[in-house]
Nanobody
C-alpha cells in the first residue's frame, strides 16, 4: 500500500522560505512521480509541481514558477518542496501525491491517485 506523509509546514513571514517533506512508505520513490499540491482558503486544490509519470517533464503552476522547486533524497525515500520568497497568497494546506511511473500512460499532468495528509503553511504579511 502506497502511503505518503507530508511534514514541515508552519508559520513564516512573507519573503521567507520553507521546505516541506514528503516521505513514502510501502513503495520506492524511484518508481513513482511525486507531486505537490495546495488548497488555499476558499479555493479548490491546485497542482503546483507535478512530475510527469510518462516523461521527464514537470508541470509547474505559474504562481510558483521561479520560487518553488522539487528535490529528492532516495536514501530517505523522501521528496522535498523548497519554497522561497513566500507570499501571503501561498497560505494553504499543502499535499503530496504519488503515481506510479508508466511511459505508456498519457494521463494529464497532476493526475495522481495516492495522497498523503496535508500540512498547513501560513505566510504572514
Amino acid at each position: 500500500e502506497v502511503q505518503l506523509q507530508a511534514s514541515g509546514g508552519g508559520l513564516v513571514q512573507a519573503g521567507g522560505s520553507l521546505r516541506l517533506s514528503c516521505t513514502g512508505f510501502g513503495f520506492s520513490i524511484d518508481d513513482y512521480a511525486i507531486g505537490w499540491f495546495r488548497r488555499a482558503p476558499g479555493k479548490e486544490r491546485e497542482g503546483l509541481l507535478c512530475p510527469s509519470i510518462s516523461s521527464y517533464s514537470t508541470y509547474s503552476a505559474d504562481s510558483v514558477k521561479g520560487r518553488f522547486t522539487i528535490s529528492s533524497d532516495n536514501a530517505k525515500n523522501t521528496v522535498y518542496l523548497q519554497m522561497n520568497n513566500l507570499k501571503p497568497e501561498d497560505t494553504g494546506v499543502y499535499f503530496c501525491a504519488a503515481e506510479r511511473l508508466d511511459p505508456f500512460d498519457s494521463r494529464p499532468p497532476c493526475d495522481y491517485d495516492s495522497w498523503g495528509q496535508g500540512t498547513q503553511v501560513t505566510v504572514s504579511s
